[in-house]
């Protein structure tokens, strides 16, 4: 079973950069996939990256294309958001998710979720 754990969120001035990790606990995460989602205060949750754990390729909402991307170390289980030109509209509670099998924007093929980490980005 697998369990995750988010860090790295915290204040950002608007342009700035941000680097989130989520670090996943379990014997082997080889067969799984690992996703972002985000909630804006008073807003529903929304997809923002994935990564197909095994092979590192990923795919990123189109609202934040260009700006973010999605890695992984396979050596310590742990995913990253690198979140480039941080805008206040990115500001939002982030959570990590994962699932067996591949990569996917669909939030309810996910049943691994971490409890999330801030960030806030100001003008």
């Known amino acids: 079973q697998v369990q995750l754990s988010e860090s790295g969120g915290g204040w950002v001035p608007a342009g700035g950069s941000l680097r989130l990790a989520c670090v996943a606990s379990?014997?082997?995460?080889?067969?799984?996939?690992m996703a972002w989602f985000r909630q804006p205060p008073g807003k529903e949750r929304e997809f923002v990256a994935s990564i197909t754990w095994s092979v590192g390729y990923s795919l990123v909402a189109d609202s934040v294309q260009g700006r973010f991307s999605m890695s992984r170390d396979t050596t310590k289980n742990t995913g990253y958001l690198e979140m480039n030109d941080l805008r206040p509209e990115d500001t939002a509670l982030y959570f990590c998710?994962?699932?067996?099998?591949?990569?996917?924007?669909?939030?309810?093929?996910?049943?691994?979720w971490g409890q999330g980490t801030q960030v806030t980005v100001s003008a």
């Open positions: 379990g014997r082997s995460f080889n067969d799984h996939s």
């Open positions: 998710a994962a699932r067996h099998g591949a990569r996917t924007a669909l939030i309810e093929l996910y049943n691994f």
